[in-house]
């Protein structure tokens, strides 16, 4: 009995202050909404509303596409195992022209200079893997973009407000006009504050996603690499494994041979 009598004291000790100050804040100050926040923000708060869209869109459609899984489909890699093992050149680069997958699409650029010697498919292999890397590094390095531009979008908001802000000080006097400013200053920040939140993790996930990217990048040119490892180059020699029409022929005055 004595101890719930301690506790029920202890907690009215601090219930008490919270209370007061709870009361005090409904009879001065109103709660704001969002809505209301977003509308003190000004005008950049569209458009840093823009970039969290954006930034949450890219982070969404980064990590789908850098998803080792996606990159390197295990169905693709099997199916590519088989018609090596087989000896069916033909049957792979068609296999892979049938799939969307990176993985894939560097399978037939190798499979296309295959007839041309080791040298040629490593490089045709090498080159392919970093456009699939570039076009994905491309659309990471647009969260950096989100990064340092938001932050500035909101500074300009908050230079613009309290520019607004210093004018009407100016106009109303010192003596009437020191409680508008604190409050022009206080919305004006609103702005600032954004441009932070929307940055932040715009950062974080553009370091997180460079490095997963690198992963899968490797993982993808370790499995293509190592399909051709052993490739009977000798025998593919001259070989039109893609069997695509040919657009370089002979020049026009060069003479066919007869017969």
Same mark, same amino acid.
């Given at each position: 009995?004595?101890?719930?009598?301690?506790? $029920?004291?202890y907690?009215?000790?601090?219930?008490?202050?919270?209370?007061?100050?709870?009361?005090?804040?409904?009879?001065?100050?109103?709660?704001?909404?969002?809505?209301d926040?977003?509308?003190?923000?000004?005008?950049?708060?569209?458009?840093?509303?823009? *970039?969290?869209?954006?930034?949450?869109?890219?982070?969404?459609?980064?990590?789908?596409?850098?998803?080792?899984?996606?990159?390197?489909?295990?169905?693709?890699?099997?199916?590519?195992?088989?018609?090596?093992?087989? $000896?069916?050149?033909?049957?792979?680069?068609?296999?892979?022209?049938?799939?969307?997958?990176? *993985?894939?699409?560097?399978?037939?650029?190798?499979?296309?200079?295959?007839?041309?010697?080791?040298?040629?498919?490593?490089?045709?292999?090498?080159?392919?893997?970093?456009?699939?890397?570039?076009?994905?590094?491309?659309?990471?390095?647009?969260?950096?973009?989100?990064?340092?531009?938001?932050?500035?979008?909101g500074?300009?908001?908050?230079?613009?407000g309290?520019?607004?802000?210093?004018?009407?000080?100016?106009t109303?006097?010192?003596?009437?006009?020191?409680?508008?400013?604190?409050?022009h200053?206080?919305?004006?920040?609103?702005?600032?504050?954004?441009?932070?939140?929307?940055?932040?993790?715009?950062?974080?996930? *553009?370091?997180?996603?460079?490095?997963?990217?690198?992963?899968?990048?490797?993982h993808?040119?370790?499995?293509?690499?190592?399909?051709?490892r052993?490739?009977?180059?000798?025998?593919?020699?001259?070989?039109?494994?893609?069997?695509?029409?040919?657009?370089?022929?002979?020049?026009?005055?060069?003479?066919?041979?007869? $017969?």
């Amino acid at each position: 009995m004595k101890n719930t009598i301690q506790k $029920g004291v202890y907690a009215a000790l601090v219930l008490l202050p919270m209370t007061a100050f709870g009361a005090e804040a409904k009879a001065g100050v109103t709660k704001k909404t969002l809505i209301d926040t977003y509308l003190e923000g000004g005008w950049v708060m569209h458009l840093l509303l823009l *970039f969290s869209i954006g930034m949450v869109w890219l982070i969404i459609d980064i990590w789908l596409r850098t998803n080792s899984k996606k990159m390197t489909p295990q169905e693709d890699v099997t199916m590519a195992q088989d018609l090596f093992r087989a $000896g069916d050149y033909v049957g792979a680069y068609q296999a892979m022209k049938a799939s969307f997958s990176p *993985f894939a699409e560097v399978m037939r650029a190798g499979l296309g200079s295959v007839g041309y010697g080791k040298e040629a498919t490593e490089d045709a292999l090498y080159s392919t893997v970093e456009k699939v890397n570039s076009t994905l590094q491309t659309r990471i390095n647009y969260l950096s973009v989100i990064g340092v531009c938001a932050p500035m979008i909101g500074l300009l908001g908050t230079v613009g407000g309290m520019k607004g802000a210093f004018g009407s000080l100016g106009t109303a006097g010192l003596s009437s006009g020191v409680g508008e400013l604190a409050g022009h200053i206080g919305e004006v920040l609103v702005a600032t504050a954004t441009g932070l939140l929307v940055a932040i993790p715009a950062f974080m996930a *553009f370091y997180f996603l460079r490095n997963k990217l690198q992963g899968a990048v490797h993982h993808l040119h370790e499995e293509t690499e190592h399909l051709f490892r052993n490739a009977p180059y000798d025998y593919l020699k001259d070989a039109d494994v893609g069997q695509e029409e040919t657009y370089a022929a002979l020049p026009n005055w060069v003479q066919a041979p007869e $017969g």
